[in-house]
Structure formats: C-alpha cells, structure tokens
C-alpha cells in the first residue's frame, strides 16, 4: 500500500517559471513531512519540510504548501532554474517509528 | 568530506552469491538506516539502527539479507544467495538523535545481479 502517492512521473518547465510539484497521502497520522531531491548517480539530498501544524514553509525559491483536510502538499519552486533539474520525492515518517516512506518521485526538468 | 559514504559504489555479481555493502555514516550520528530504490521507485526502507542495536525491520529484508553495526558507527549488509531480483540501489541514511529531523543519505551502492 503506497502511503505517500507522487502521480506525476515527470513534469518539464521553462527556466524562470514556476515549478510545482504534487504529492498525495493516505495516512491522516503523518504530523512531518520532508522532500528530497535526487541526481543521478548521487543519494537523496534534503531539500525542505514542514510540518503538520503549519501550511506553509518558506525557504528561499522553495515553498512547500500542507493542505490536511485534502491530504495533498506541493513543493513550489520560483524561479525555476535548469540546475534544479532532478528528480525529487516527497517523503513522511511512519508513526511511532523511524523510517520515512517515499512517494515514487516526479522528474523535472528545467529547459533553458 | 564528513558526509555518509558507502561502499562500493557499484556490485556486479553471479547469482546466488554473496555480496556485503558498507556505510560509514556521518560521525556524530548515532541512527543508521538502510532502503532499497528500485527503478521507478522511491526507497523503500529496509532496515534501522539505533547505536550498535538494530530496533526495525521491514517485511522487505527476507532470511537471506541481514545488518549489523557492531560498534555503533559503520554497518554492513550482506545478501546472501543474491537472486536477480535483488538488483536495486541500496542507500544508506544516518540521522542525529532528537525530534524528528532529515536523515542524510550516502550516493548508494547499485547491484546487478546477472
């Protein structure tokens, strides 16, 4: 069962425009939520998070937006760059314990 | 560079046998975990220490796949009788002890297993 749901496998955007990033959830516990970003051929790298007591956090071109009652949060890069090209995977931790589950990732594309 | 390394980088092997990845995860980071990316998937975890005690394991780690930190800092995997279907990405992540925050992943191991 996919707790943490990414339907865009990919998603391309003119450099300067605004990215966004859609992610889903089905589990109503999850109270933190992270993305990560990912290169090829490199490990996951934090990018951002909040948590489930706000809606929004900030941090620099990157705003990630929690809507609770829709279970649905995004991940807004503005403005888009060609270096922010990679693919990046929303992510919660599993109640009472330690591990995150991954959404599946969304791949983006930055064209010059 | 301080961050978490692993190795190797890249395992080819025959199947059915042996294969044994390493992580050394960032110093002061005593929490240690181990997920397993496949094509098209995120990762999916695997497996999680805190200190030198193994406290979580996924469904996913079968009888043939076992972890260890025996100190408290590096950790091995081991897969044993490698099938092909354990061909994946292997990444490990370390995070600090506290409330919840990031965990900080090392580039991965890929096997093959032809």
């Known amino acids: 069962d996919q707790q943490v749901k990414q339907n865009s496998p990919s998603l391309s955007v003119q450099e300067g425009r605004i990215s966004i990033l859609n992610c889903d959830y089905t589990n109503s516990m999850f109270d933190y939520f992270l993305w990560y970003k990912k290169y090829p051929a490199e490990g996951p790298t934090f990018l951002i998070s909040?948590?489930?007591?706000?809606d929004k956090n900030e941090d620099g071109r990157f705003t990630v937006f929690l809507n609770k009652s829709a279970k649905h949060l995004s991940l807004h890069i503005v403005p888009s760059q060609p270096g922010d090209s990679a693919v990046y995977f929303c992510?919660?931790?599993?109640?009472?314990?330690?591990?995150?589950?991954f959404g599946t990732g969304t791949r983006l594309t930055v064209i010059p | 560079d301080t961050g978490v390394s692993q190795d190797p980088r890249h395992k080819i092997t025959k199947r059915g046998q042996n294969v044994t990845f390493r992580c050394d995860p960032i110093s002061e980071h005593n929490r240690l975990y181990w997920y397993r990316q496949t094509l098209g998937q995120g990762p999916e975890f695997l497996t999680y220490f805190q200190n030198e005690a193994q406290l979580e394991k996924s469904r996913l780690l079968s009888d043939r796949f076992s972890a260890e930190r025996p100190k408290g800092s590096f950790s091995t995997l081991e897969i044993q009788r490698t099938e092909q279907g354990d061909s994946a990405m292997y990444l490990c992540?370390?995070?600090?002890?506290?409330?919840?925050?990031?965990?900080?992943f090392g580039p991965g191991t890929r096997l093959t297993v032809l």
């Open positions: 992540a370390s995070s600090p002890t506290g409330p919840w925050g990031e965990q900080f």
């Open positions: 992510a919660a931790p599993q109640t009472g314990a330690n591990n995150l589950f």
């Open positions: 909040i948590s489930s007591i706000k």
